[in-house]
């Protein structure tokens, strides 16, 4: 089998940054392979990525050693129209992928440049469409779509080309998980049928970890292992911290003592457990989700409301929601379903077109929202609208020079968050410079000082690796905000944070119910290890 993709001794250093982002990396990759990549955010993924795309040093500058070659030729002789030809890269942030106002010019665009026949654009403009899903999309501006609509698109434009090399940094961080579903089973079907090699970093694992003939796990920079999916799962029995990058089943059962061939699917898993049954009895049993918490006062109430975006129909159709002190909310919901225009509703960002609503018992008002920051936060699906400033630490300096507190306080504030949210070694850089995680967590220090009476997040794990949305479960607790809504499309980390599900379908609220009520009715938004013991145990 031919090298699709070679990497000898490379080494990356960001400007200004004070540590390596790669350090002495080889990888071989053969044509046709699935490879993952694992690591906490900052370990050097997105770089990795960045480096055989060309993005660096050429675009983000610092400082390179090593070599790449993709088929045989290194990369420094490729002209930039060959390298994008060959390689196809999918970013963290489709928000800086989309240039073009409207779905149909962005689908093209790269064709475009690369000078491709009209009839032939024409052609991939329709498979592209079919294959993810975007017939629906083709006329609208990508101003109107949602982030999940336009990752699709972002993917879609990224293949349109036919690259043999395809590099995906989180391509289901914005999809719910119906389509995020689709979309790694079609990268997966062009990979076993067309051979197009594949690289993927993403941390929720339970989508991918099964499709892989590969992991490289970084840690720091480098990469600490290289092997098959099986071999790693026995690696992490060795390696304890390696065990959170494993799929929540098979983590499961490995903390149940588990040993052997450990399954990687839930599928599998079913016959290890009935197994494991037969032959220890009751030892593994079901999860234990937390309860609902009893209702407290009356924070915030909304009722028979529309709401929506100029020029558009409402998104939001005859919703009613009340909000209490205690609540621990995830809002679920399709991507399109309008849980991102009901967070701006309630944060002040758009206005209501017909319906009631309050605040503590009052009728809210236009005065309410001059200062609403001190009751309601906010953090947008987008943490790039959230910087100002040169540097992460001028950042939160900036965020707590806006609260009445004293110098000493203000350091002890900024020293305390800098290192909860593992933003001390990254404080002199550029918040551009950061990876996508990181950038997400600086955007929740801009958020948490104010200490509203209620929190909104929009999609907060994004970009985060399980140790990190163990901290910000931490965090939410500590900071004893009395109520917290989060919107997300990771199932997993809403079944470890909430004691209130909520599920959107267009612009309609269709569930509202503890964790353990939604999660065992539906298909959709159930997390593995609820799969599991229903597979195994029937309904309970």
């Known amino acids: 089998m031919s090298i699709s993709l070679s990497i000898e001794q490379l080494s990356y250093r960001y400007p200004q940054a004070e540590t390596m982002s790669l350090t002495d990396s080889n990888v071989s990759v053969n044509q046709g392979e699935f490879v993952l990549l694992l690591g906490a955010s900052g370990s050097g993924k997105s770089t990795f990525l960045r480096a055989i795309n060309g993005l660096v040093p050429r675009f983000y500058g ?6 790449i070659k993709l088929n045989g030729q290194p990369l420094e002789a490729l002209s930039q129209r060959d390298l994008v030809r060959r390689t196809g890269f999918l970013q963290q942030d489709p928000e800086r992928q989309l240039i073009l106002q409207t779905v149909e010019r962005e689908l093209v665009f790269g064709l475009e440049n690369l000078a491709f026949p009209q009839a032939e654009m024409n052609s991939r403009l329709a498979e592209m469409s079919q294959l993810f899903g975007l017939n629906e999309q083709i006329g609208k501006k990508t101003a109107e779509l949602s982030g999940g609509e336009k990752q ?6 990224t293949l349109a080309p036919y690259p043999g090399l395809l590099l995906l940094d989180e391509p289901t961080s914005q999809l719910d998980p119906v389509h995020a579903e689709d979309v790694l089973q079609t990268v997966r079907r062009l990979n076993e049928e067309w051979g197009l090699t594949v690289l993927i970093s993403e941390h929720r694992i339970e989508r991918c970890f099964h499709l892989a003939d590969r992991i490289l796990l970084f840690e720091a920079g480098r990469i600490a292992f290289n092997g098959t999916p099986d071999e790693f799962v026995k690696a992490t029995l060795a390696h304890a911290k390696w065990q959170l990058f494993l799929p929540p089943v098979t983590r499961h059962l490995i903390e149940f003592g588990m040993e052997g061939n450990l399954p990687l699917t839930v599928k599998a898993a079913r016959a290890f457990v009935a197994n494991a049954t037969d032959h220890f009895g009751h030892h593994v049993v079901s999860s234990n989700p937390q309860q609902t918490d009893e209702k407290q006062r009356v924070l915030y109430k909304v009722q028979r409301i529309k709401a929506g975006y100029p020029d558009q129909e409402s998104v939001l159709s005859d919703l009613s929601l009340t909000i209490h002190s205690g609540d621990r909310i995830a809002l679920l919901g399709e991507n399109g ?54 540097t992460v630490e001028g950042e939160i300096d900036f965020t707590l020079a806006q609260l009445s507190l004293t110098s000493e306080e203000r350091e002890r504030q900024k020293t305390e968050l800098l290192n909860r949210l593992g933003l001390f070694d990254y404080r002199n850089r550029h918040p551009h410079d950061l990876s996508g995680g990181e950038k997400q967590r600086l955007a929740l220090a801009l958020v948490v000082p104010a200490r509203p009476t209620f929190l909104i997040l929009d999609e907060p794990t994004r970009g985060l690796d399980a140790e990190q949305k163990r901290t910000l479960i931490e965090l939410l607790t500590e ?54 013991y229903r597979s195994a145990n029937g309904d309970t």
């Open 479 to 532: 900071l004893e905000i009395p109520a917290v809504m989060i919107i997300t499309h990771d199932v997993e980390f809403a079944a470890q944070f909430a004691n209130r599900v909520l599920v959107l379908h267009r612009g309609k609220l269709v569930a509202d119910d503890a964790p353990e009520h939604v999660f065992r009715r539906s298909f959709a938004y159930m997390p593995q290890v609820y799969k599991l």
């Open 62 to 67: 610092g400082s390179i050693a090593g070599q």
């Open 337 to 390: 379903a309008g849980k991102s225009t009901l967070a701006k509703l309630m944060c002040g960002a758009i206005e209501k077109r017909a319906g009631e609503m309050s605040w503590e018992q009052r009728p809210i008002g236009q005065g309410f929202w001059e200062d609403s920051w001190k009751r309601i936060g906010y953090l947008s699906q987008n943490p790039n609208d959230y910087f100002l400033h040169d």
């Open 152 to 157: 699709r698109i972002a993917l879609a434009s």
